[in-house]
């Protein structure tokens, strides 16, 4: 009777352990279910296995609850950015391409631009591509950044650019950067296309060593495969002609990758300042009708495959100057010395 007992208990001891054993499994087996834009963000961000997932989805979910507007969401669309540690990253509106929330977590340098020059200067939505001829066989071209527009358009602008200096006997080239507040890069790069070279100019790679190529043939630039605009091939610029890169620490984004374009091209110098460092390339992941992710999803590199991870550096350091006139400048002095040596 006593070992029948014995049995019984040891048979429902068994059973209990049994069903906590597969109670456990069932929850650990249990699959998180994420927000849509931090499952987006987990997909696509090029800091991805850096991140706790399912602690920022938690997180997330606990700040936002049943909120749906993005003013609602705002305090957890911070937390989101700021979790990805991407100083580049940036949640919009695909309606008006206003920025919600931008990336407001910690920075390893000190950011030493002028944020009033930035608002008025840099991000003046009025200011446009200009060139001009100096000293009879320099050619200068400023470069700015480049918003929203007809790509074409654009890029038709520089590249009428550099054909009106080439007909006037430009072989000495000055591409200033200095201004350059990012935006888009392809109409940059479809109308500097002859200067900068043919081939494999740059790229942007992943972190699973994935490279999206930016290549130029024939005089057409080329994003991943994709040609962005067509152009023709004119004019012809000889591969070896010299060009003088000035950058400043307002050097951004897109304006940072048209200078890694001209990395590793020949008889290319590089004046004035390190760039911004926001040496990645973004996505434009719209999520739901008020919410668009603007992420990194890849860094730069060169034609070298030389990758950029923390900005774009100077073979000749000056401090940038703004508001100087062109012949005052001193970097474009020493665009000009360098140039007619």
């Known amino acids: 009777m006593c070992k029948s007992k014995f049995m019984f208990m040891k048979n429902?001891?068994?059973?209990?352990?049994?069903?906590?054993?597969?109670?456990?499994?069932?929850?650990?087996?249990?699959?998180?279910?994420?927000?849509?834009?931090?499952?987006?963000?987990?997909?696509?961000?090029?800091?991805?296995?850096?991140?706790?997932?399912?602690?920022?989805?938690?997180?997330?979910?606990?700040?936002?609850?049943?909120?749906?507007?993005?003013?609602?969401?705002?305090?957890?669309?911070?937390?989101?950015?700021?979790?990805?540690?991407?100083?580049?990253?940036?949640?919009?509106?695909?309606?008006?391409?206003?920025?919600?929330?931008?990336?407001?977590?910690?920075?390893?340098?000190?950011?030493?631009?002028?944020?009033?020059?930035?608002?008025?200067?840099?991000n003046d939505v009025t200011s446009k591509f200009s060139y001009q001829l100096l000293d009879n066989d320099i050619g200068y071209l400023k470069i700015v950044g480049i918003g929203r527009g007809n790509v074409k358009e654009q890029a038709d602008f520089i590249r009428d650019g550099l054909k009106d200096l080439e007909a006037k006997g430009v072989d000495k080239w000055i591409v200033d950067l200095r201004f350059n507040g990012g935006g888009n890069m392809a109409p940059m790069l479809s109308g500097l296309a002859p200067l900068v070279g043919e081939g494999f100019i740059a790229g942007a790679i992943n972190n699973r060593n994935e490279i999206r190529e930016f290549i130029i043939e024939n005089g057409q630039f080329s994003n991943f495969g994709r040609l962005v605009c067509e152009m023709d091939n004119l004019p012809k610029i000889d591969a070896n002609e010299k060009v003088a890169v000035l950058l400043s620490r307002y050097t951004i984004s897109s304006g940072e990758l048209v200078a890694i374009a001209f990395k590793g091209r020949n008889n290319t110098r590089f004046i004035g300042e390190a760039t911004a460092g926001y040496t990645t390339g973004n996505g434009y992941d719209v999520v739901t009708d008020d919410l668009a992710l603007v992420i990194s999803l890849d860094v730069f590199l060169d034609r070298n495959k030389i990758v950029y991870k923390e900005n774009v550096g100077v073979d000749e350091h000056s401090e940038f100057q703004h508001g100087i006139d062109l012949k005052d400048d001193i970097q474009i002095q020493s665009a000009k010395s360098w140039l007619n040596e």
């Open 12 to 122: 429902v001891i068994q059973i209990l352990v049994l069903l906590f054993l597969f109670n456990s499994c069932k929850g650990q087996n249990k699959p998180t279910v994420f927000h849509p834009i931090v499952l987006k963000a987990k997909e696509t961000s090029l800091y991805s296995e850096h991140i706790d997932w399912e602690k920022v989805n938690t997180k997330f979910i606990e700040l936002t609850g049943e909120k749906e507007t993005a003013d609602e969401l705002k305090e957890g669309l911070q937390y989101l950015i700021n979790s990805l540690g991407d100083k580049h990253a940036a949640i919009r509106s695909p309606k008006d391409g206003s920025i919600i929330v931008s990336y407001r977590g910690e920075v390893k340098s000190n950011d030493s631009r002028d944020s009033e020059f930035v608002n008025t200067v840099i």
